[in-house]
């Protein structure tokens, strides 16, 4: 994983240090809010519902055992309320679809001292808010996956390097979101950003990228369109600045729900294209310059492997190994580009905690884990689990005691109880419903193992409100709060892809009705399960049936539950 110079400790650390003036003279009255609030934001803190939120950046997924130590101590002794509801309390973190840790309750007057603690683990929230260019994200197999083309962390790395404080890019019109690939299988979700990145080689075998700009979720669902088919990779940030420039000067600054980059691509189509490779070709005559060889070496030479050679590999499973052992095995075991290693998922989806949630004491044994079988070093995954790269085939079984014990062994990833969430109206401000009770009722329902791998792979998407931090649009089953008439409720939609290999071309979820009650809708997944099951051909998945199917059949389906809801209230 990256290491730290000492330019970017230093950075890192004036930084905090320059956060903490700004809010003592804030808290001294010197500072008024909304000269204070853009310079919070820039550093990852958000006021949410009850308290101050802060978001932390682990840049590409990738942290180490001491960093997710430190990520434990500010949870440990910062985000804690002495009474409450388990989300009230706090003492935990919760990981995103995007890379960044957040937590809930900290007090704003304790946040320079996080920051000056983050800071010593190589840690921050810099550009994790705002209207800037955000954490770059990717594949949290980056660099160990089988199909991968070329490791997308040296270019990620370039790209935090060139956009952090950027002074033309630090007050778009809307927050701008960067995700790249460098494997043939996209697991970086490009299609759904502001700006989608895919490495590839040409017919000569140079590197370079497939430019994707506009995707995006919210009340408008947009999947990106490709702007240029191969940008050789020395000119990757001129192109870049060439997008962001065009829109920065087009963008909508009066409206903000059409302030995103994703409407101005949809409102000019070709001739946003135009503008963009104009913008570029300008550039390029006034001297911009390309990224060296040596530049990239750099950054690359900090990237280095804990190991080099392949290792013994795993004998043959014995016929009598316990069931949940071969199950986890197959689903929380996965394929390594290394002979003898394999990536191994830290299941975070467990009975009686949210998606994503991680308490101080957990994120402690994770970090145990991972300097015990992963060279000390875990990714954060885009469906809120925590992955152990390095771990050698032969101490898999080991791994599973231990992982068990500790709670990270749940044999269900890709699976319906292996769902995306996120933390809904029981802390965010913007939520209009909560999404956390409606994931548990839901787990609660399912939590029979061997019903769960009967049904196969689902994926399951719930988002408290149109900011769709929880992916909805992406679920082969999404769920989504909306606001009725002062009441929650929530809208489902069916077969979303992420544009993985899997799930086939990025798309949004079909609505199949009106909204449903939030006691419904454990029925009316329930429902769309069952009608899987009776009406499945040999080998479809959920998603499959539900494609073949169409949208009609489940509506029906769907609302059968309301009547029968409707009847049971008469």
């Given at each position: 994983?990256?290491?730290?110079?000492?330019?970017?400790?230093?950075?890192?650390?004036?930084?905090?240090?320059?956060?903490?003036?700004?809010?003592?003279?804030?808290?001294?009255?010197?500072?008024?809010?909304?000269?204070?609030?853009?310079?919070?934001?820039?550093?990852?803190?958000?006021?949410?519902?009850?308290?101050?939120?802060?978001?932390?950046?682990?840049?590409?997924?990738?942290?180490?055992?001491?960093?997710?130590?430190?990520?434990?101590?500010?949870?440990?002794?910062?985000?804690?309320?002495?009474?409450?509801?388990?989300?009230?309390?706090?003492?935990?973190g919760h990981f995103t679809t995007r890379h960044n840790c957040q937590f809930n309750w900290i007090p704003l007057e304790r946040s320079a001292d996080v920051m000056e603690l983050l800071a010593e683990a190589d840690l921050h929230g810099?550009?994790?808010?705002?209207?800037?260019?955000?954490?770059?994200?990717?594949?949290?197999?980056?660099?160990?996956?089988?199909?991968?083309?070329?490791?997308?962390?040296?270019?990620?790395?370039?790209?935090?390097?060139?956009?952090?404080?950027?002074?033309?890019?630090?007050?778009?019109?809307?927050?701008?979101?960067?995700?790249?690939?460098?494997?043939?299988?996209?697991?970086?979700?490009?299609?759904?950003?502001?700006?989608?990145?895919?490495?590839?080689?040409?017919?000569?075998?140079?590197?370079?990228?497939?430019?994707?700009?506009?995707?995006?979720?919210?009340?408008?669902?947009?999947?990106?369109?490709?702007?240029?088919?191969?940008?050789?990779?020395?000119?990757?940030?001129v192109f870049l600045e060439a997008v962001v420039r065009v829109y920065n000067l087009h963008g909508r600054r009066d409206n903000l729900y059409k302030a995103r980059i994703k409407i101005l691509v949809k409102a000019l189509g070709e001739?946003?294209?135009?503008?963009?490779?104009?913008?570029?070709?300008?550039?390029?005559?006034?001297?911009?310059?390309?990224?060296?060889?040596?530049?990239?070496?750099?950054?690359?030479?900090?990237?280095?492997?804990?190991?080099?050679?392949?290792?013994?590999?795993?004998?043959?499973?014995?016929?009598?190994?316990?069931?949940?052992?071969?199950?986890?095995?197959?689903?929380?075991?996965?394929?390594?580009?290394?002979?003898?290693?394999?990536?191994?998922?830290?299941?975070?989806?467990?009975?009686?905690?949210?998606?994503?949630?991680?308490?101080?004491?957990?994120?402690?044994?994770?970090?145990?884990?991972?300097?015990?079988?992963?060279?000390?070093?875990?990714?954060?995954?885009?469906?809120?689990?925590?992955?152990?790269?390095?771990?050698?085939?032969?101490?898999?079984?080991?791994?599973?005691?231990?992982?068990?014990?500790?709670?990270?062994?749940?044999?269900?990833?890709?699976?319906?109880?292996?769902?995306?969430?996120?933390?809904?109206?029981?802390?965010?401000?913007?939520?209009?419903?909560?999404?956390?009770?409606?994931?548990?009722?839901?787990?609660?329902?399912?939590?029979?193992?061997?019903?769960?791998?009967?049904?196969?792979?689902?994926?399951?998407?719930?988002?408290?409100?149109?900011?769709?931090?929880g992916h909805h649009h992406t679920g082969h089953i999404g769920i989504l709060g909306v606001d009725k008439d002062g009441s929650e409720w929530f809208q489902v939609t069916v077969a979303g892809s992420d544009g993985s290999l899997a799930?086939?071309?990025?798309?949004?979820?079909?609505?199949?009705?009106?909204?449903?009650?939030?006691?419904?809708?454990?029925?009316?997944?329930?429902?769309?399960?069952?009608?899987?099951?009776?009406?499945?051909?040999?080998?479809?998945?959920?998603?499959?049936?539900?494609?073949?199917?169409?949208?009609?059949?489940?509506?029906?389906?769907?609302?059968?539950?309301?009547?029968?809801?409707?009847?049971?209230?008469?």
């Amino acid at each position: 994983m990256y290491q730290y110079t000492d330019f970017d400790r230093q950075f890192i650390r004036a930084r905090a240090a320059q956060y903490r003036d700004q809010l003592e003279r804030h808290l001294a009255g010197q500072l008024p809010d909304e000269l204070f609030r853009p310079l919070r934001l820039q550093n990852g803190w958000y006021v949410q519902r009850h308290a101050p939120m802060a978001r932390i950046a682990v840049p590409y997924g990738e942290l180490s055992s001491r960093q997710l130590r430190a990520l434990a101590r500010v949870a440990r002794e910062f985000d804690l309320q002495d009474a409450g509801t388990p989300a009230e309390r706090g003492g935990f973190g919760h990981f995103t679809t995007r890379h960044n840790c957040q937590f809930n309750w900290i007090p704003l007057e304790r946040s320079a001292d996080v920051m000056e603690l983050l800071a010593e683990a190589d840690l921050h929230g810099v550009q994790t808010s705002g209207n800037c260019i955000r954490n770059v994200t990717t594949d949290a197999l980056a660099g160990i996956a089988p199909d991968e083309i070329v490791d997308p962390r040296p270019y990620a790395e370039l790209l935090r390097q060139w956009s952090t404080l950027h002074p033309e890019f630090a007050f778009l019109p809307r927050k701008f979101k960067v995700a790249i690939t460098g494997a043939t299988d996209d697991r970086a979700v490009i299609a759904w950003h502001d700006v989608g990145l895919q490495l590839l080689r040409d017919e000569r075998g140079d590197v370079g990228f497939r430019v994707l700009v506009g995707g995006g979720m919210g009340r408008t669902p947009v999947i990106a369109t490709e702007v240029a088919a191969f940008v050789p990779w020395q000119r990757i940030l001129v192109f870049l600045e060439a997008v962001v420039r065009v829109y920065n000067l087009h963008g909508r600054r009066d409206n903000l729900y059409k302030a995103r980059i994703k409407i101005l691509v949809k409102a000019l189509g070709e001739q946003f294209i135009r503008e963009v490779h104009a913008e570029y070709e300008a550039l390029l005559a006034d001297g911009a310059p390309e990224l060296p060889q040596a530049e990239l070496d750099r950054v690359a030479a900090h990237f280095v492997a804990p190991v080099s050679e392949a290792a013994p590999a795993l004998h043959a499973v014995d016929a009598d190994a316990p069931k949940a052992y071969t199950r986890w095995l197959e689903r929380n075991v996965h394929a390594h580009r290394l002979a003898g290693y394999r990536a191994v998922t830290l299941s975070l989806k467990r009975a009686g905690q949210a998606p994503g949630d991680v308490t101080a004491d957990q994120m402690d044994r994770a970090a145990e884990l991972a300097e015990r079988f992963s060279h000390g070093e875990l990714r954060v995954t885009h469906d809120q689990n925590l992955l152990l790269p390095w771990v050698a085939e032969h101490e898999l079984r080991a791994l599973w005691l231990a992982a068990r014990e500790d709670g990270f062994a749940t044999p269900n990833i890709g699976l319906l109880t292996d769902m995306i969430a996120c933390p809904g109206g029981d802390l965010c401000s913007l939520a209009n419903a909560r999404s956390l009770p409606v994931a548990a009722a839901i787990r609660e329902r399912f939590e029979d193992l061997d019903a769960l791998y009967d049904l196969g792979d689902i994926d399951l998407h719930i988002s408290g409100c149109m900011n769709s931090c929880g992916h909805h649009h992406t679920g082969h089953i999404g769920i989504l709060g909306v606001d009725k008439d002062g009441s929650e409720w929530f809208q489902v939609t069916v077969a979303g892809s992420d544009g993985s290999l899997a799930n086939g071309p990025a798309a949004a979820g079909k609505v199949i009705g009106p909204s449903f009650a939030a006691d419904e809708v454990p029925d009316v997944v329930e429902a769309l399960v069952e009608l899987y099951r009776a009406e499945r051909q040999a080998g479809e998945r959920f998603v499959d049936t539900v494609r073949r199917l169409g949208v009609a059949p489940l509506r029906a389906a769907a609302d059968a539950v309301r009547r029968s809801t409707a009847a049971a209230e008469a």
